[in-house]
């Protein structure tokens, strides 16, 4: 069974920087589109992100577009998302899905239970 | 706003039939892309409830359905029961000048009376 494991979220500055992990166990990810996706309080799934299997595609959101850098480490299993310059509305729970198959319109079978950050003065 | 569009919320007695529509356009579902839904308990991260259009994911309930047209799709619950009120999501692709974008609906909130 595929497990999900994020962490790295917590409180930081407007302008500040977070580095999001993603752990993922019961599979080994060589071979999948990995995504983030968060969530603001009470609010809707918004897609951030995507990264293509072997690293050679990245997507972005236009709202974090030139701030967020995706990436990953498919001998450690494990995603990444670095946030710089943060802003108050970058405040949301994050989760990491995988598409387990290597179409690139799959659905996100699986996910984590998501890591909170907030972003506050 | 969402790219695809759902309604807030749907509400049906036990064992009713329920439906929740997902509204794009010809840049998303319409464009042929397959219509994907979630349902998220309390929380709990999402979990795939229907793939594809259609297909359901082993260990997912018969009484959930789906269906598209055009550029709608819809999730149909039959024999409504408690453990049923979550909120639901659809989501497709959509392209964009970097290749195919993931896009959500806004989430609908099913209560069950």
């Known amino acids: 069974e595929v497990q999900l494991v994020e962490s790295g979220g917590g409180l930081v500055q407007p302008g500040g920087s977070l580095r999001l992990s993603c752990a993922a166990s019961g599979i080994t990810l060589t071979t999948y589109w990995m995504h983030w996706v968060r969530q603001e309080t009470g609010k809707g799934l918004v897609w951030v992100s995507r990264i293509k299997s072997d690293e050679t595609m990245t997507m972005y959101a236009d709202s974090v577009k030139g701030r967020f850098t995706i990436s990953r480490d498919n001998v450690e299993n494990t995603l990444f998302l670095q946030m710089n310059s943060l802003r108050v509305e970058d405040t949301a729970i994050y989760y990491c899905?995988?598409?387990?198959?290597?179409?690139?319109?799959?659905?996100?079978?699986?996910w984590g239970q998501g890591t909170v950050v907030t972003v506050s003065s | 706003q969402s790219v695809l569009t759902q309604p807030p919320s749907v509400s049906g007695a036990p064992g009713q039939r329920v439906t929740i529509s997902c509204t794009g356009s010809s840049s998303n579902i319409g464009a042929g892309y397959g219509v994907h839904w979630y349902q998220q308990l309390p929380g709990t991260g999402p979990k795939l409830l229907i793939n594809g259009n259609t297909n359901r994911p082993s260990g997912v309930s018969a009484r959930f359905s789906g269906s598209k047209s055009g550029t709608s799709a819809s999730l149909a619950i039959t024999g409504l029961q408690a453990e049923d009120e979550a909120d639901y999501y659809c989501?497709?692709?959509?392209?964009?000048?970097?290749?195919?974008?993931?896009?959500f609906g806004g989430g609908t909130k099913v209560t069950v009376l």
């Open positions: 989501q497709s692709y959509e392209s964009s000048r970097s290749g195919p974008h993931v896009v």
């Open positions: 899905a995988i598409t387990l198959s290597a179409s690139w319109y799959g659905p996100l079978d699986s």
